[in-house]
């Protein structure tokens, strides 16, 4: 038997909630997160829904403590980060191998694309404090300095799955003894570059997602952050609080198929399910609750749907889709979703697929529509797939 | 951990793809850029697809299939990429669009090649490739954990063999914003890089791949038998410390070690940094710079490896103005410091 990675704190920010108690209580509340654009200024802010995190960038520095010129990514990472750490318990990290890995898809853009605008009139003129942070390692940097952490930091990006490969590196790095404890997760704040580069490929909905439905439009563009630590058996033999689960089973695969469409076969999301469920040990039936992917897209959602079928049929486990909550969070959503993940572990919860209707004339399967309470929920399956093929799936165990 | 180094590409401002050691003829720097010397990629790569790639899509495909081809491999267990600045010229292309025409009648093709992860989904999708897919996008650590990450892999029995590289680009924009950062020489420097006297560097590019094994091949150029990073180490004692802990784990003596390629970039105060803790703690072993050939960037340490992996396989360094003479080498180090933040250490060792 590998070595468990056990996870001991959970850390979140998101259209729902500050915190992970505010996550929590909107999940159980069935309050989504998307509305109009109040943060972001861009000439789409009437027209399409987003899921922004309610605070402004001062906001933000305030609970970060950091300047509120630097990139709300790193402000948003640096909360959610720090959250995390804090909920292990431990006073002080500077006694063990502790790394921090985290993602993102945007790096500094919120403030690049600010600098643009006078550098593209002359290349001369911006303020290089804007662009300063462009780089996604720096984001990292910003929050590892913060934190204290030296010992091992990188950045991933993967798009969408982006986090969930943080986590499943972290994983990686304490199963093979080379770090004690890993903070593990990713961030991305919302940015014209994104909004645009979405719309341009007409996946946004006009209005809020209605992910695994038949009549779904489209998704609803999102910021956050979230992290988990990851901890040694070691480590978590020293920590007075009980862990929330452990990550039992992780795969990356390739759907190889297009740049940014997912393959109808779902080749790349079955290999990550499949692979995942093998490391782990465990059989389809023994799956608890499946966290989906599930941005509410035509494409990911019969594609997703169509290799879970493939896998599980004919016995399917509860699932949703929380971006019908949180909107997609591009980087943050692997990680975001694996705090739920473990939630639901903790708390025997499964959500709800919020404006669920009409089921898909493809899948014989539909996912949850209410908050079932008080279930004993062993395994759950995150997944999180992304442009360039990138499909990832972590399994999530009870400890 | 030790992986075997079975094969290798790379596009570079040398005339390296298609080759295994460093040219004879060296092209220095002109003024404070040096660009790389692309291929034909229409031999390598579908016209259709070609098209549509950006500069460092084309460098990253072509370096990767290059090593594939050397590996006379079809599909690697999986694929592991570093870059830190990422598709450059796309980002630049939406970006500039999106502001110029104030979020008006924008295209995807720019934007969905922008992301970080393209030149490693690019490559899995020309070889039909569905196994592991990775990217690291951390400054000068980008390369480095992708190789951590592959190494890693080949550790956990995940598979028998990996891809694993590093690309980044310099467009015109990203040049200027950089120069205005003050990290390079002035627009119009001549002369001998490594040895200056004066503050900056060159700027560099390129992208190099490798083939990893877990198990000896016949054809391996080395293996790596070690790599550790460190990260803002506060003074040249914490360096020389964190070199002398590398060595001890792997318990080689630095009598061991026949050559040594550092990361001198021609910044006056960076290499005299460097040579203070390579002087303190690997005195008298001969050493060998490599950003005269590739300039600096975030990854080039994927150079370095590339030019430790061409000697060891030969055993000697080419005669090139770099040359020095030393024969039978076996054992090397490479040390790069990536402005002071990011050092990486790689043990490699012949076959």
Same mark, same amino acid.
């Given at each position: ?11 979140? @920010? ?145 798009? =969408?799955? $982006? ?15 080379? +770090? ?28 809020? =997602? ?40 992780? =795969? ?29 040990? +465990? ?24 290799? @879970? ?10 699932? $949703? ?32 697929? +919020? ?45 | ?52 790639? &950006? ?123 950089? &120069? ?28 190099? !791949? !490798? ?22 180490? &506060? ?117």
């Amino acid at each position: 038997m590998p070595a468990p990675v056990f996870i001991a704190g959970l850390g979140a @920010i998101s259209a729902i909630g500050n915190n992970v108690q505010e996550n929590l209580s909107s999940l159980k509340k069935s309050i989504p997160g998307m509305g109009t654009m109040r943060h972001l200024p861009s000439v789409h802010q009437q027209f399409i829904p987003v899921a922004e995190v309610k605070k402004s960038n001062a906001e933000l520095a305030s609970l970060a403590r950091l300047p509120s010129g630097i990139s709300r990514t790193a402000l948003l990472s640096m909360i959610a980060a720090r959250e995390a750490l804090t909920d292990t318990g431990m006073a002080d990290v500077s006694s063990w191998k502790t790394g921090f890995i985290s993602a993102n898809t945007t790096g500094g853009m919120d403030r690049t694309e600010d600098f643009f605008i006078p550098f593209l009139k002359d290349n001369s003129r911006g303020h290089l404090r804007d662009v300063v942070n462009h780089e996604c390692g720096t984001v990292t940097e910003i929050v590892a300095d913060a934190l204290g952490i030296k010992d091992l930091i990188t950045t991933i990006s993967t798009a =969408c799955s $982006s986090s969930a490969n943080a986590i499943f590196f972290g994983a990686r790095l304490i199963r093979q003894g080379r +770090l004690d404890i890993v903070v593990a997760g990713g961030a991305d704040a919302l940015t014209r570059f994104t909004v645009n580069g979405f719309n341009t490929l007409m996946i946004l909905d006009g209005e809020f =997602c209605k992910p695994f439905d038949e009549r779904r439009k489209g998704l609803n563009i999102a910021e956050g952050a979230a992290y988990v630590v990851m901890v040694s058996e070691k480590v978590m033999a020293t920590l007075s609080r009980a862990p929330y689960c452990t990550l039992s089973g992780y =795969c990356n695969a390739n759907d190889a198929y297009h740049q940014t469409a997912s393959s109808p076969e779902g080749a790349g999301s079955f290999l990550a399910m499949k692979g995942a469920l093998q490391k782990s040990g +465990l059989q389809p039936r023994d799956i608890d609750y499946i966290n989906l992917h599930g941005t509410g897209t035509q494409n990911n959602d019969l594609s997703e749907g169509t290799a @879970i079928q493939r896998l599980f049929d004919p016995h399917y486990p509860p699932m $949703s889709s929380t971006k019908s909550f949180t909107g997609h969070t591009l980087g943050a959503s692997g990680s975001l979703e694996a705090v739920y993940s473990a939630l639901s572990i903790r708390h025997g919860l499964i959500y709800p697929n +919020l404006r669920f209707e009409t089921p898909m004339k493809e899948l014989p399967f539909t996912p949850v529509v209410e908050l079932l309470e008080g279930r004993q929920v062993n395994h759950v399956m995150s997944n999180s797939f992304g442009f360039g093929g990138n499909c990832s799936s972590l399994i999530f165990s009870k400890s | 951990m030790k992986t075997y180094l079975r094969a290798m590409g790379n596009v570079s401002p040398q005339p390296t793809y298609g080759r295994r050691e460093i040219p004879l003829a060296v092209i220095g720097p002109t003024g404070n850029r040096m660009m790389a010397m692309e291929p034909d990629y229409k031999e390598l790569i579908d016209p259709k697809m070609l098209r549509r790639m &950006s500069r460092i899509i084309r460098m990253g495909v072509a370096a990767a299939m290059e090593c594939l081809r050397e590996a006379a491999l079809q599909t690697p267990d999986a694929i592991i990429t570093g870059t830190a600045y990422g598709c450059l010229q796309d980002t630049d292309l939406f970006l500039t669009r999106m502001v110029e025409q104030h979020e008006e009648l924008l295209t995807p093709t720019a934007f969905i090649q922008s992301t970080h992860n393209t030149v490693g989904a690019q490559i899995s999708l020309i070889i039909q490739c569905r196994n592991y897919n990775n990217c690291f996008v951390h400054r000068g650590f980008s390369f480095e954990s992708a190789l951590l990450d592959a190494m890693l892999f080949l550790e956990e029995e995940e598979g028998e063999t990996v891809l694993t590289g590093a690309v980044d680009e310099i467009t015109d924009r990203s040049h200027v914003i950089l &120069s205005r950062m003050g990290l390079y020489k002035p627009r119009d420097f001549s002369g001998e890089l490594i040895g200056s006297t004066t503050r900056g560097t060159v700027a560099g590019e390129g992208a190099a !791949f !490798f083939l990893l094994g877990r198990k000896p091949s016949v054809q391996d150029y080395c293996t790596i038998d070690g790599l550790k990073t460190f990260y803002k180490p &506060s003074n040249v004692d914490v360096a020389g410390n964190e070199i002398r802990d590398f060595l001890d784990e792997l318990k080689v003596h630095a009598a061991d070690l026949d050559l040594i390629i550092t990361g001198k970039n021609g910044d006056a105060s960076h290499d005299s940094h460097l040579n203070e803790v390579v002087q303190d703690i690997l005195p008298g072993i001969p050493s060998l710079t490599y950003k005269d050939l590739c300039g600096e960037y975030p990854s080039s340490t994927a150079f370095a490896l590339w030019m430790a992996a061409g000697i060891l396989r030969k055993g000697k360094v080419p005669a090139t103005k770099n040359s020095i003479a030393v024969e039978g080498i076996r054992r090397m180090l490479i040390y790069n410091n990536y402005l002071g933040i990011h050092h990486t250490l790689m043990l490699v060792t012949a076959c």
